[in-house]
């Protein structure tokens, strides 16, 4: 699922919920969903690459730097980042940024 | 003059139709009265009125407009307590606010968050009679950096904790009485307890569960257990949330948290002092103390021994009777 996912989407952006905030606790990364008051805390692979996701980057820009950083080859970094992304999408946190026509 | 109140960021006077009833509740507003009108966050200020008289309908207004007609002749204090809770909160949205008791030990304040009917009026209460400087039993005020914001106001107590503090009975006039909630309004000051003045950031968060039958138990907590406690006593956290939740996780980064279950009360103060500390001893100003056959009584949770034409005060330890304590 997360495989198919990624092709789909391999163009697109995601950020932050707007009903979401974070703060670190404990060496923790947390995030609040206000509406449920849900607070969920990061693993913490996914705690390091939360500040990444806030729109600017497409998901295939995401991936090169994460390779880099991790001198791993792109198609491991893509597959890493889904594992994190995924859940995190599915639990609301994120959200898909449409962006308007050109 | 009428006096003017501040319950956190809210500001407001009450006028009593019934100057018997005017009296009662200036004293159990005292904690909340503000010499400087002006210097609220909010200078709006609001002008309550509490119409008890004869045949009725009782009312409590506010600037004019009926808030609440009822044929009890005790609703309209009671509304009133209600409106200056809800509109404290309306009314403070530059603070976190917890829905939770405080009282100061000798290393800061002890935060108590619960839900209600919890029992933080009734260990907030028992905590005060031990010395420890009072903050409040119901609002819990942080800045955002980090500094408690004391909301004293009369503890609240339900006729449940009414057995448990006997001495703490109030003795309206009796033409008051019927006018009055079925809530014990305790002055701290008048109990001989002490308010705190200006408390810094807490100490320490303990979240207390009554557990009748038990054994009174403190244990420490994951700051991560603590923070997801304390959102849920969060009033308004769709407001502000990354502000509240970043007051929050620093002070729970800071700061222990544990869990308190109360089984009998006494217990249950005795380990918070075991673990923070006792109160400072000290006689409360304008209080008399009235000793019995041995010469030394207990007021304020403090033990007073009588030495000439002086009272002093020191920490001898062990259970001691309550003998006596009358206000000057």
Redesign the interface.
């Known amino acids: 699922m997360a495989a198919r996912y990624t092709r789909r989407t391999s163009g697109v952006r995601v950020a932050h919920s707007r009903t979401t905030?974070?703060?670190?606790?404990?060496g923790?990364r947390?995030v609040?969903d206000?509406?449920s008051?849900t607070?969920h805390?990061l693993r913490a692979d996914a705690a390091a690459v939360w500040p990444l996701l806030d729109g600017s980057a497409t998901l295939h820009e995401l991936a090169h730097e994460l390779a880099d950083a991790t001198m791993t080859p792109v198609g491991e970094a893509r597959r890493m980042l889904d594992g994190w992304i995924v859940p995190l999408l599915e639990a609301g946190l994120l959200q898909v940024v449409i962006e308007p026509p050109a | 003059m009428t006096a003017v109140h501040a319950a956190l960021g809210y500001r407001f006077t009450v006028t009593c139709t019934d100057q018997r009833l005017q009296a009662h509740v200036d004293q159990m507003l005292a904690g909340l009265a503000v010499t400087d009108d002006h210097g609220g966050h909010d200078h709006r200020i609001d002008r309550y009125t509490v119409d008890t008289r004869e045949p009725g309908p009782f009312a409590l207004r506010l600037d004019g407009e009926v808030l609440v007609s009822s044929a009890s002749p005790a609703d309209p204090l009671a509304h009133l307590l209600h409106q200056v809770n809800l509109r404290a909160v309306e009314h403070s949205d530059h603070l976190t606010l917890l829905h939770a008791a405080a009282a100061c030990a000798p290393a800061g304040p002890v935060v108590f968050p619960a839900a209600m009917e919890s029992g933080k009026s009734t260990l907030v209460t028992a905590l005060a009679l031990r010395g420890w400087p009072y903050v409040t039993d119901e609002i819990l005020a942080l800045r955002s950096s980090g500094e408690v914001v004391p909301y004293p106001r009369a503890i609240s107590l339900d006729p449940g904790s009414w057995t448990m503090f006997p001495d703490l009975r109030p003795a309206p006039d009796p033409g008051v009485a019927p006018l009055l909630p079925n809530q014990w309004q305790v002055s701290v000051p008048s109990a001989g307890g002490r308010v705190a003045d200006s408390p810094a950031g807490p100490a320490s968060v303990v979240f207390p569960s009554y557990t009748p039958g038990q054994h009174s138990r403190l244990e420490p907590i994951t700051p991560l257990a603590g923070l997801h406690r304390l959102l849920g006593t969060t009033f308004r956290l769709e407001r502000h949330p990354q502000r509240d939740l970043s007051v929050l996780a620093a002070l729970v980064d800071a700061r222990p948290c544990y869990l308190l279950a109360v089984g009998e009360l006494g217990g249950a103060c005795d380990l918070l002092e075991e673990e923070f500390g006792k109160a400072e001893t000290h006689a409360p100003a304008g209080v008399t103390v009235s000793f019995g056959h041995d010469d030394q009584t207990r007021l304020g949770g403090r033990r007073f021994r009588q030495s000439g034409a002086l009272v002093t005060a020191d920490e001898v330890g062990g259970a001691l009777v309550v003998h006596r304590a009358r206000r000057t």
Do not use: M, P, S, Y
């Not at chain 1, 905030?21 to 404990?26: H, I, L, N, S, Y």
């Open positions: 905030c974070d703060a670190v606790v404990g923790q947390v609040l206000v509406r008051r607070l805390a």
